[in-house]
Nanobody, 122 residues
């Protein structure tokens, strides 16, 4: 399983970015993609998740209403559209996959990408 994130960068507060996670090497029947983030000196935290079979979506309260997770079956890619960005959204964003339904806990995800930096300036 390989996950490759892209789309990070520097943006001003109030701006938008779209992260992509391209996946390959899957043989699972039921799995969930998650986006996590980790700011300097802080623990990795859940941002959003989507179940592949049913497209159910889940969001952390801190991003609800601003971030949207979606998937493209044909491209085996998951996206995280981030709008109304705030300086506190600054972090390395990671894509992850777990077999089965959604979870908010990073330890429940067995496969991780390398991360992409998002920096929001005030």
């Amino acid at each position: 399983v390989q996950l490759v994130e892209s789309g990070g960068g520097l943006v001003q507060a109030g701006g938008s970015l779209r992260l992509s996670c391209a996946a390959s090497g899957f043989t699972f029947d039921d799995y969930t993609f998650g986006w996590f983030r980790q700011a300097p000196g802080k623990e990795r935290e859940f941002a959003a998740a989507i179940t592949w079979s049913s497209s159910n979506t889940y969001y952390a309260d801190s991003v609800k209403g601003r971030f949207t997770i979606s998937r493209d079956n044909a491209k085996d890619t998951v996206y995280l559209q981030m709008n109304s960005l705030k300086p506190e959204d600054t972090a390395v964003y990671y894509c992850a996959v777990r077999v089965g339904g959604s979870s908010y806990y990073p330890q429940d995800y067995g496969y991780w990408g390398q991360g992409t930096q998002v920096t929001v300036s005030s």
